[in-house]
T-cell receptor, first 109, second 114 residues
Framework: GQQLNQSPQSMFIQEGEDVSMNCTSS?????WLWYKQDPGEGPVLLIA?????ELTSNGRLTAQFGITRKDSFLNISASIPSDVGIYFC?????????FGAGTQVVVTP | NAGVTQTPKFQVLKTGQSMTLQCAQD?????MSWYRQDPGMGLRLIHY?????ITDQGEVPNGYNVSRSTTEDFPLRLLSAAPSQTSVYFC???WGRGRETEAFFGQGTRLTVV
């Protein structure tokens, strides 16, 4: 099956710092999605990307759909304590969604 | 709007027992899906449905059955529970039709098989 590699696995950052994470795949996706999951909750959709090269922002979040359609990145600017959680990328092709293993973000004051 | 509602939130089963995880959405979404989440593995697709009466297998379908008799409901059945099915299960729904995204997830069902 397709392999979706998400990195880093975890990151410890100070409040106010920028955060960057990415996902790469051996196969092409038609859609890239980024989610955040808080403990005990389901994932919440942050950003959806539908076109290669697309750059989309949602507040302090910015994500891009790579031009090769095999990668995507998510940036969080000026992190705040509530940014803590697990961030997942997901790629869709042929109607099925595949998730990365997640990036655990810990924000320290 | 309740969004996506999953029941139960927690369940303990004995090996060999069967049960049904319920999922309901009130947004008239066409697309619904079931995932399982295991530590360090992200979410893996079990089964999905693009509309009432239509279901298909995902990445890890073995040991699970689904049906979609109405737009609102998409139950997941465990036929004979095994310890390997201990996991957190999430149901998701979306509008489908060209802009398919798992836009809404339920809060999850935490299942332990002993």
């Amino acid at each position: 099956g397709q392999q979706l590699n998400q990195s880093p696995q975890s990151m410890f950052i100070q409040e106010g710092e920028d955060v960057s994470m990415n996902c790469t795949s051996s196969s092409i996706f038609n859609t890239w999605l980024w989610y955040k999951q808080d403990p005990g909750e389901g994932p919440v959709l942050l950003i959806a990307l539908y076109k290669a090269g697309e750059l989309t922002s949602n507040g302090r979040l910015t994500a891009q759909f790579g031009i090769t359609r095999k990668d995507s990145f998510l940036n969080i600017s000026a992190s705040i304590p509530s940014d803590v959680g697990i961030y997942f990328c997901a790629g869709r092709s042929w109607g099925k969604l595949q998730f990365g293993a997640g990036t655990q973000v810990v924000v320290t004051p | 709007n309740a969004g996506v509602t999953q029941t139960p939130k927690f369940q303990v089963l004995k090996t060999g027992q069967s049960m049904t995880l319920q999922c309901a959405q009130d947004m008239n979404h066409e697309y619904m899906s079931w995932y399982r989440q295991d530590p360090g593995m992200g979410l893996r697709l079990i089964h999905y449905s693009v509309g009432a009466g239509i279901t298909d297998q995902g990445e890890v379908p073995n040991g699970y059955n689904v049906s979609r008799s109405t737009t609102e409901d998409f139950p997941l059945r465990l036929l004979s529970a095994a310890p390997s099915q201990t996991s957190v299960y999430f149901c998701a729904s979306s509008w489908g039709r060209g802009r398919e995204t798992e836009a809404f997830f339920g809060q999850g069902t935490r299942l332990t098989v002993v």
